[in-house]
């Protein structure tokens, strides 16, 4: 079976950013480079935050983190569960996530760009909210 991927760049990574990827990987959903960096510094972990931000970075622009803008503008950043095409239920109170999909958004998508002669379109749907544990 195929390792998914991703997973070479990863293990060619320094110690730090190994380290990086943990944190990422056992949040239950999506973190600011300042959670991450203090997360590692709790488990005794020393990585400077000029580290976390580069790596995040990094591991967004090879695709293998997701990335939200929060309403304040900061990136939110989360290792998926899958590679797949699926979209986010995003809590803006406490992070969590959950990975969603629904084949009619996808038909949408598609028929619009087909009737007004767009090729090659992507698109990126994040549905922000408050999760049932931070509501009332
Ligand atoms: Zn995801
Ligand atoms: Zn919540
Ligand atoms: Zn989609």
Redesign the pocket.
């Given at each position: 079976m195929d390792e998914p991927k991703g997973r070479a760049s990863w293990r060619r990574g320094t110690r730090q950013r190994e380290s990086v990827v943990d944190a990422l990987g056992s949040a239950r959903g999506f973190r600011t480079a300042q959670q991450l960096h203090g997360q590692l510094e709790r488990s005794g972990r020393k990585v400077g935050l000029a580290t976390v931000y580069r790596t995040l970075n990094e591991l967004a622009e090879a695709g293998e983190v997701d990335v939200l803008r929060a309403a304040s503008g900061e990136a939110l950043f989360r290792r998926c569960a899958t590679d797949d095409?699926?979209?986010h239920l995003v809590c803006k109170e406490c992070g969590v996530s959950v990975e969603v999909?629904?084949r009619a958004?996808?038909a949408w998508?598609g028929r619009t760009a087909r009737r007004h002669g767009f090729t090659d379109v992507t698109?990126?749907?994040e549905l922000i909210g408050l999760c049932r544990d931070c509501t009332g």
């Open positions: 095409h699926h979209h999909g629904d958004v996808e998508v698109h990126a749907l």
